[in-house]
């Protein structure tokens, strides 16, 4: 290695090192582990009390919620708290007021039992899913305002690190505090994840205003005389309006969809096939927490590198094309033995591919996004991307159970080939939707 790569590598770790930069590894800690219960430990939860696959895969339609918080995103975006908004800022106001409600709703969940109450662990599972995806919404927006947008790399990879290293937290923690003390104190325990978020955002403050950029203050010259009208108008209409007069805007929202839905329909059938394997609790936090977690760990590293030296479009496509073949690694798990050396091998290939796309797609989202409309435009593309998990996901129970494990990760990996597709499109074009 020449003395010019050291420095960079070293000028590189120091950027890790910024207060704010830091700052989002908390708030990493506090968005990552409501969907880690969402999407993993319920149905490991489920599973354990003989709830059917089908029933399973239905709960994926609780992350519907993840899929529309663009909805409601403008109010979170805009809406003041009143005293809680002139106290403590816009976005710290939501994100304590949100935590507050989540824990609360963790606590309640806990006591019930999905052989009894599976209706009603249903409904407060949608509400976690619609509390985490509001969180989201708030965290997203400060995390992007907070730091500078030639650090927006960094910010990706910081946040990453922090969501990854709650799932694992999350995930190894509730499995080893269920097979010992139950799963009551072990869902609990999740309530003490929110702290590294809330911490974080005590510490750095509440982020300075941005400046107007030309297209607000072209579009507040054409104001109409109800401030309510205009304040309506600027919090629900104009972050679309701004993102729709971008070029090209359509084939970035068609690919945005597309670009991990293999991905997101194998997240959901993971946890059936460990348990229907015979994999017990400390088999899946062993190989599926641990040796998963480094793996992750280093792609989310390796992940923030690539985006960085050697361009947006060929990471997204290496990273694309990773993700996809990982899903007939699956392919490979479910036809063999279970050995706890061959979920290890499949699910260390998963998250590193996994790790590497979540970074490159942050940081992507955080390039496109308007610092006028930050709340509302990161929440349209998020959405957007969790689309494919909501549709396609609910019904992956039933395509599993009607085609068996194998050919069903084959039919995740096939999903994942028209997002590559577009993606070869939007390089040829070179299409990158300017900013206004």
């Known amino acids: 290695m020449t003395r010019l790569s050291i420095q960079q590598f070293q000028s590189g770790l120091k950027q890790y090192s910024d207060p704010?930069?830091?700052?989002?590894?908390?708030l990493g800690m506090s968005s990552g582990f409501p969907l880690s219960f969402v999407i993993a430990l319920l149905g490991i939860w489920l599973s354990r009390y003989n709830v059917s696959k089908s029933?399973?895969?239905?709960?994926a339609l609780i992350t519907t919620f993840y899929t529309w918080k663009f909805l409601w995103s403008p109010a979170i975006d805009r809406l003041s708290l009143g005293p809680i908004t002139r106290y403590f800022g816009q976005r710290r106001g939501w994100l304590w007021l949100i935590q507050v409600v989540?824990?609360?709703?963790?606590?309640?969940?806990?006591?019930?039992?999905?052989?009894k109450d599976l209706y009603a662990i249903a409904v407060l599972a949608a509400f976690i899913a619609f509390l985490s995806a509001s969180q989201d919404i708030v965290i997203d927006a400060y995390r992007i305002e907070i730091v500078d947008g030639d650090d927006q790399?960094?910010?990706?990879?910081?946040?990453?690190?922090?969501?990854?290293?709650?799932?694992?937290?999350?995930?190894?923690?509730?499995l080893a505090l269920a097979e010992f003390y139950g799963w009551s104190i072990a869902i609990m325990a999740l309530?003490?994840?929110?702290?590294?978020?809330?911490?974080?955002?005590?510490?750095?403050?509440?982020?300075?205003?941005k400046d107007e950029t030309d297209f607000l203050r072209q579009e507040r010259q054409s104001q109409t005389s109800s401030i309510f009208i205009e304040k309506f108008r600027e919090a629900v209409v104009l972050p679309f309006k701004e993102f729709i007069r971008r070029p090209n805007w359509w084939l970035i929202l068609l690919f945005i969809f597309l670009y991990k839905a293999g991905d997101a329909v194998t997240a959901i059938m993971t946890s059936p096939l460990i348990v229907e394997m015979g994999y017990s609790n400390i088999d899946i936090a062993w190989a599926n927490k641990t040796v998963g977690f480094i793996s992750l760990m280093l792609g989310v590293g390796i992940g923030a590198m690539l985006y960085k030296k050697i361009g947006m479009y060929q990471a997204l496509?290496?990273?694309?094309v990773l993700m996809m073949l990982t899903n007939l690694v699956f392919a490979w798990l479910s036809?063999?033995?279970?050995?706890?050396?061959?979920?290890?091998?499949t699910i260390g290939a998963e998250n590193f591919a996994t790790g590497l796309g979540t970074t490159v797609i942050i940081a992507y989202y955080a390039n496109l996004c308007n610092v006028n409309f930050t709340a509302t435009q990161f929440a349209l593309l998020s959405s957007l991307g969790n689309q494919a998990r909501t549709l396609l996901g609910a019904p992956s129970g039933f395509v599993a159970e009607a085609i068996g494990w194998v050919e069903f990760f084959i039919y995740a990996t096939m999903l994942a080939i028209p997002g590559l597709i577009l993606l070869g499109i939007l390089w040829k074009l070179d299409i990158r939707a300017q900013k206004e």
């Not at 704010?20 to 908390?26: E, I, L």
């Not at 989540?102 to 052989?115: E, G, K, R, V, W």
């Not at 790399?153 to 509730?174: C, D, Q, W």
């Not at 036809?335 to 979920?343: H, I, S």
């Open 55 to 59: 029933d399973v895969g239905l709960f």
């Open 153 to 174: 790399g960094y910010s990706a990879a910081s946040y990453v690190f922090g969501y990854r290293t709650s799932n694992f937290i999350a995930n190894i923690g509730v």
């Open 335 to 345: 036809a063999g033995e279970a050995e706890d050396w061959r979920l290890a091998v």
């Open 191 to 209: 309530t003490f994840l929110l702290l590294p978020g809330a911490i974080a955002a005590l510490l750095i403050g509440e982020p300075e205003a």
């Open 20 to 26: 704010k930069v830091v700052a989002t590894f908390g």
């Open 102 to 115: 989540m824990a609360i709703a963790l606590i309640f969940i806990a006591q019930l039992s999905p052989d």
């Open 317 to 320: 496509l290496l990273t694309g």
